[in-house]
């Protein structure tokens, strides 16, 4: 109920002695049927909460889209067809004429992979279709329409605003050999400092090379280098998108920052059974790694430390935001207090882990929890909780929790402390 306590949730922010806000505005809100006329009041609500995160001295960070299409432009094609790049460059000059004297941050689009693989290949979120050639054709008119907003945005914000792309991205390894096992050694870029010959197989270096490509470089390449990988066009072949000239020139315009969305590494093993998928590959779990209440998420804080100097040293060292990093655990209430210590050793040890890569020269000009609050996690409903911030969801009461009120001293006094106050 964030639309009617936007007031009350800034107070929580500034409790958490947060410096940003980050936020999604529902497309849905602003432009009811996707390209008609406008929605005033929806616009309204935006206008009020920015202008009271600038009031209580948060800095408002808007990302346009977070996978909520106007349902009217599905049932035209959504992502699929390609007139919705160009309606999605109509909202977002919308929203920039009207919030562009006061934003400075704007993300033009969370997490691609996921609206265009998890929406259209695997089905598990809107509009659940199961096609591969569906999923390229949505994640390339997905980045087109990236392309088309921003020089949109900037054509309507103020100067100095900067304009992104959020990407969740892995670390991706192949799996290592057992003692003895026969394998090559040419692993490339994935491979971790310090293996040798015989540590990796061929065919699991090529399968960890394939979920890196379809996973993180799919979406990498054209916003950086105007370009596909090359060997993942062949692997797709007839299923690759249908590319207009222009196109990847539209998608590989300036961007101010990119953010990175990292929760996990992946191990990858080789698959060539139908369980390996249409990337041929499997994802290996080692039980002796701590993991996450939620998809055997490994948490592994040297991933995102590797992850962000990979990106710094292949991707033009640009600007980075991590705009999400947290983890789900199975909160209670007890009294007035949520006790959650394991959020705050995953939190202490990513924020480590970007420590080093500033320290390594890696450009990191911001950091943001996921979440603020516990809310309403897509297909998993409300049975996931990443919230530095209880929510009952009956009551809507709102609770600090111990994660929070560590969060709250780490953010004012710009370290990482082991107490809680």
């Not at 971790?192 to 090379?209: E, I, L, S, T, W």
């Not at 222009?246 to 059974?273: H, K």
């Not at 909780?385 to 969060?407: A, H, M, N, P």
Request: net charge negative; charged share 20%.
């Amino acid at each position: 109920d964030h639309y009617h306590r936007y007031w009350d949730d800034i107070r929580l922010m500034r409790r958490l002695n947060l410096g940003a806000y980050r936020f999604s505005i529902a497309w849905s809100r602003i432009i009811p049927d996707g390209t008609g006329p406008v929605n005033h009041a929806g616009i309204g609500f935006y206008d009020r909460l920015v202008d009271a995160l600038l009031e209580a001295g948060i800095e408002p960070f808007v990302t346009l889209y977070h996978w909520d299409l106007p349902a009217a432009l599905q049932t035209s094609g959504g992502w699929a067809a390609r007139d919705t790049a160009h309606a999605f460059a109509r909202y977002a000059e919308t929203v920039a004429r009207a919030l562009g004297d006061r934003v400075r941050l704007w993300s033009t689009h969370n997490e691609p992979w996921v609206a265009s693989f998890v929406g259209h290949l695997f089905g598990e979120h809107a509009p659940g279709i199961t096609d591969l050639s569906t999923a390229l054709q949505a994640a390339h008119h997905i980045l087109l329409s990236h392309g088309l907003a921003v020089p949109a945005i900037r054509a309507h914000a103020q100067s100095g605003a900067q304009v992104g792309i959020v990407h969740n991205l892995e670390w991706v390894e192949p799996a290592p050999c057992g003692p003895g096992a026969a394998g090559g050694g040419a692993a490339g870029d994935l491979v971790p400092d310090g293996a040798g010959p015989g540590h990796f197989k061929d065919c699991d270096v090529a399968a960890a090379r394939r979920h890196d490509g379809a996973f993180n470089r799919w979406f990498l390449d054209p916003v950086f280098r105007g370009e596909y990988p090359s060997e993942m066009v062949e692997f797709y072949g007839e299923n690759g998108p249908e590319v207009v000239a222009g196109d990847l020139e539209a998608i590989s315009v300036p961007i101010d920052y990119l953010g990175i969305n990292y929760y996990t590494r992946r191990i990858i093993a080789d698959d060539q059974s139908e369980s390996g998928g249409f990337l041929k590959a499997r994802k290996v779990s080692f039980p002796f790694v701590p993991h996450a209440a939620f998809e055997q998420w490994e948490v592994a804080p040297e991933g995102l430390y590797r992850l962000l100097l990979r990106v710094a040293n292949e991707y033009g060292s640009p600007p980075i935001f991590v705009t999400e990093n947290g983890t789900p655990l199975d909160d209670t209430l007890s009294g007035d207090r949520v006790h959650d210590p394991a959020r705050i050793d995953y939190m202490a040890r990513h924020i480590a882990a970007v420590w080093m890569a500033i320290d390594a020269g890696v450009d990191v000009r911001g950091y943001f929890v996921w979440s603020l609050m516990d809310n309403l996690e897509w297909n998993l409903g409300r049975t996931k909780r990443f919230g530095l911030v209880y929510t009952d969801f009956e009551s809507q009461q709102r609770v600090i929790k111990d994660s929070g009120r560590w969060y709250a001293t780490a953010a004012e006094t710009n370290r990482l402390v082991m107490t809680i106050t």
